[in-house]
């Protein structure tokens, strides 16, 4: 048997594979549409780049409603205030002539929920434009074949920020490395994903797990303390 702490390590065999893939054919193929649950919002703002984003605005389902995804309460705290940061931090590179000149990033924000289900489902909508437009860009017959008013949510995320918790940022690299899309994570720090062979599109901005229990475990030794008691706060 498999402790819970082993799940994410072990590597990902083939049928997990086939079921992703069987997964997205019923996406792309629509069929998963027409057993789509709850309807979902994204934040989009155009630009030359487009960055995907994944926050969780929402809390996740409640036993109750997981089976139809429907997500639980407002999440202030790690949903509102980091898309907040994200686009005044979007705003400022974009006003800064000296960082990107020329060129303007937009985004595409998703709601994650804290929830695996949501996450994939989000990261299945990025990847069916990635596909799409990469079907337009492998059409060599020479003519421009988008459309000048076409859709600008059709144009592909150039990589994803995100999602929140290593669970669900395990998961939604899975998905990502089979089409090459890189994801960094700003506060994903399972140790399990320093590990480049599996998770090789990924890249984060907070140090590991590993990192923060030896700094604390050093803090004890060299204070030679006996007991110690944390406090946890959700925020
Ligand atoms: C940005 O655009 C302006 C106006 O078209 C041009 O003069 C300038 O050289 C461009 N800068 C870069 C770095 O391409
Ligand atoms: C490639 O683009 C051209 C021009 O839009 C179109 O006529 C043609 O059918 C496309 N070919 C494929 C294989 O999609
Ligand atoms: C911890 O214990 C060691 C050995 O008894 C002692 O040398 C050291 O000064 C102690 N450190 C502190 C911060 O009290």
Request: with cysteine; charged share 20%.
């Amino acid at each position: 048997m498999m402790g819970r702490g082993d799940r994410h390590r072990r590597r990902i065999p083939h049928p997990d594979r086939a079921i992703w893939m069987a997964l997205l054919a019923l996406a792309l193929g629509g069929i998963g549409a027409s057993c789509a649950l709850a309807k979902r919002r994204n934040a989009v703002l155009e630009g030359d780049i487009l960055i995907g984003a994944l926050f969780p605005v929402h809390r996740q389902p409640s036993l109750k409603t997981a089976y139809t995804r429907q997500c639980g309460e407002i999440w202030e705290q790690y949903g509102m205030h980091r898309i907040e940061v994200f686009l005044k931090t979007l705003d400022e590179i974009n006003s800064d002539p000296s960082i990107l000149p020329n060129i303007t990033l937009g985004c595409d924000i998703r709601d994650s929920c804290w929830y695996p289900p949501v996450a994939l489902e989000q990261s299945i909508d990025f990847i069916k434009n990635s596909i799409a437009s990469r079907e337009r860009s492998l059409n060599r017959s020479g003519q421009a074949s988008r459309q000048p008013g076409s859709p600008p949510i059709n144009k592909p995320i150039a990589g994803l920020i995100g999602p929140g918790s290593s669970t669900v940022t395990i998961q939604v690299q899975n998905l990502l490395s089979l089409f090459n899309i890189p994801q960094v994570g700003y506060s994903a720090t399972s140790k399990d994903l320093s590990d480049k062979s599996l998770y090789k599109y990924f890249l984060r901005v907070v140090p590991s797990d590993k990192l923060q229990a030896k700094a604390l475990v050093d803090l004890v030794m060299y204070f030679n303390w006996t007991y110690i008691s944390t406090v946890y706060t959700e925020g």
